[in-house]
């Protein structure tokens, strides 16, 4: 068993920053690449970040410049940076992470999401 537990959503006003985490824990192997996603109501889900395990980035161009991925392999744990936030980017994000586990399954795991709001 995997799971992803996420924190760091909530409240913001418009050019404040934000900074979530994804911690993975249970029968994990080796984490190739995690990542986060976002879904706004009515929307599909889309690509937000990813980086690999080594330490290779990916950003959507709506985030570039302003959100910076990084993460902690002997942790498990993937952050993301946000700043200069928009209210465009209110959304429930979503963490991922690609995972190996101890029986060397090759799997897509996903946190339950936490909600980022950015208003005045």
């Known amino acids: 068993q995997v799971q992803l537990v996420e924190s760091g959503g909530g409240l913001v006003q418009p050019g404040g920053s934000l900074r979530l985490s994804c911690a993975a824990s249970?029968?994990?192997?080796?984490?190739?690449?995690m990542g986060w996603y976002r879904q706004a109501p009515g929307k599909q889900r889309e690509l937000v970040a990813t980086?690999?395990?080594?330490?290779?980035?990916n950003y959507a161009d709506s985030v570039k410049g302003r959100f910076t991925i990084s993460s902690d392999n002997a942790k498990n744990t993937v952050y993301m940076q946000m700043n200069s936030l928009k209210p465009e980017d209110t959304c429930v994000y979503y963490c991922?992470?690609?995972?190996?586990?101890?029986?060397?399954?090759?799997?897509?795991?996903w946190g339950q999401g936490t909600q980022v709001t950015v208003s005045s």
């Open positions: 249970g029968s994990i192997f080796s984490i190739p690449a």
């Open positions: 980086i690999t395990s080594g330490s290779s980035t």
């Open positions: 991922n992470a690609y995972i190996t586990t101890t029986t060397l399954r090759e799997l897509d795991y």
